[in-house]
């Protein structure tokens, strides 16, 4: 950490996808499928990960050549991604002991998250770690989503402790930008899909090769 004198951790924010959930297989499937719907050709990978992290309208708008287009294929990703779910998303090794650690160790846990809500849960669920956060903050919680700093100020809120108290833990360089412009310390996920050097560059205060790795940030 690069505090000299930290405040000790009372409470872990974590993002979702990517960081608790391995759900880059599923996502990408999705986007493929909905960009072979809709358009004449499927764009590059790249350009989908390179958004990882932002809201699924924000990326689709970035496709889709009319708000009537943009409506169809939010309705084509969300429909494939409803068929997939049960298949194609899991936890990430360790994630599911990790926080029930912290919960064990009377840290308080929150989501904040890209995903909107409905689908939040249903992940969520899947990965076995619905019962252990209180606090889930999505889109619809806030006027601006990550990367801007509102969706981790809502749930510290919530949670009832300072930034300077909380660990927002991310694997993408928005999770980290938004959790630095709140006030909070970061960590970046390496397990994400996001290159090292990517998350490097928006100075995360810890780097995390495993989930367990935040129980010692914590000490």
Not at 97 to 105: D, G, I
Request: charged share 25%; aromatic share 8%.
């Amino acid at each position: 950490m690069t505090d000299v004198n930290p405040s000790p951790i009372r409470a872990v924010l974590y993002d979702f996808d990517g960081t608790l959930a391995d759900s880059t297989d599923l996502i990408m499937r999705c986007y493929r499928h909905t960009m072979g719907a809709h358009l004449d050709a499927v764009p590059p990978d790249e350009e989908w990960l390179s958004g990882f992290g932002k809201t699924l309208e924000t990326q689709i708008n970035r496709f889709a050549r009319s708000p009537e287009e943009a409506a169809a294929m939010l309705e084509t990703y969300r429909a494939f991604q409803d068929q997939h779910f049960d298949t194609l998303l899991r936890p990430f090794p360790g994630a599911v002991e990790t926080v029930a650690e912290l919960e064990r160790r009377g840290v308080a846990l929150a989501i904040v998250t890209s995903r909107y809500r409905r689908s939040t849960l249903v992940g969520m669920d899947i990965c076995g770690i619905t019962r252990h956060f209180d606090v889930i903050v999505t889109p619809e919680d806030v006027s601006n989503p990550k990367p801007h700093p509102d969706p981790v100020h809502f749930a510290l809120d919530k949670l009832g402790v300072s930034a300077g108290e909380a660990l927002f833990v991310g694997d993408s360089p928005h999770d980290m930008a938004a959790g630095r412009a709140a006030g909070t310390r970061t960590a970046a996920a390496l397990w994400g899909p996001f290159p090292r050097e990517v998350l490097l560059a928006e100075r995360p205060d810890a780097l995390l090769h495993r989930q367990e790795d935040v129980l010692a940030l914590i000490e």
